[in-house]
T-cell receptor, first 117, second 119 residues
Framework: AQSVTQPDIHITVSEGASLELRCNYS??????LFWYVQSPGQGLQLLLK??????LVQGIKGFEAEFKRSQSSFNLRKPSVHWSDAAEYFC???????????????FGQGTILTVHP | SQTIHQWPATLVQPVGSPLSLECTVE??????LYWYRQAAGRGLQLLFY??????ISSEVPQNLSASRPQDRQFILSSKKLLLSDSGFYLC??????????????????FGPGTRLTVT
């Protein structure tokens, strides 16, 4: 069964500092990979996604993520964090196209990001 | 463009009372639909998903049920709420299988959520 691990429950960074949120997955092949962001009391917003091709993907709000097959990782990065980036971040993996899982995603437990001024 | 709505936004219900949460999607047809629950510090738990009208799959045994009476409407219900039903309920949709060039890419789009407190 596929699984997603976000090792860091809570990360604190200073505004302007760089950020890397870790995500490791367990899957039989290269899955579809996603990062979502959730502000308090709101729904999840898709930041970026990886399906194939270039392993460095760009997303919204200045985020990027790099897929590393050898490490089964899909870490999220941002070169300079803004106070408005404070939120909870979720990594998710999805099934291979043509599968019978009906588009179900497996989510990590989330990483809460706190930004100090 | 597609939008997803959930209501109510917040709800406070006593134990033993019924529940009905509604989710509707606009701007797409035959979407896959999902209900999640998010309890504090516990991530997202998939409750139900649906690939078409009247087609509901349950992920976990529980006090809740779901229905899809129309293509873009997804309802979460309970006959008698438990304290443990408290949480943040999220509805999501994704492109259904075979839906154009984006079919099968599986990204889900979430609604704003409903905060349910059972007292």
């Amino acid at each position: 069964a596929q699984s997603v691990t976000q090792p860091d429950i809570h990360i604190t960074v200073s505004e302007g500092a760089s950020l890397e949120l870790r995500c490791n997955y367990s899957y039989g092949a290269t899955p579809y990979l996603f990062w979502y962001v959730q502000s308090p009391g709101q729904g999840l917003q898709l930041l970026l996604k990886y399906f194939s091709g270039d392993t460095l993907v760009q997303g919204i709000k200045g985020f990027e993520a790099e897929f590393k097959r050898s490490q089964s990782s899909f870490n999220l990065r941002k070169p300079s964090v803004h106070w408005s980036d404070a939120a909870e971040y979720f990594c998710a993996v999805g099934p291979l196209a043509g599968g019978t899982s009906y588009g179900k995603l497996t989510f990590g437990q989330g990483t809460i990001l706190t930004v100090h001024p | 463009s597609q939008t997803i709505h959930q209501w109510p936004a917040t709800l406070v219900q006593p134990v033993g009372s019924p529940l009905s949460l509604e989710c509707t999607v606009e701007g797409t047809s035959n979407p896959n639909l999902y209900w999640y629950r998010q309890a504090a510090g516990r991530g997202l738990q998939l409750l139900f998903y649906s690939v078409g009208i009247g087609q509901i799959s349950s992920e976990v045994p529980q006090n809740l049920s779901a229905s899809r009476p129309q293509d873009r409407q997804f309802i979460l219900s309970s006959k008698k709420l438990l304290l443990s039903d408290s949480g943040f309920y999220l509805c999501a949709w994704s492109v259904g299988p075979g839906q154009g060039s984006s079919g099968g890419t599986y990204e889900q789009y979430f609604g704003p959520g409903t905060r349910l407190t059972v007292t």
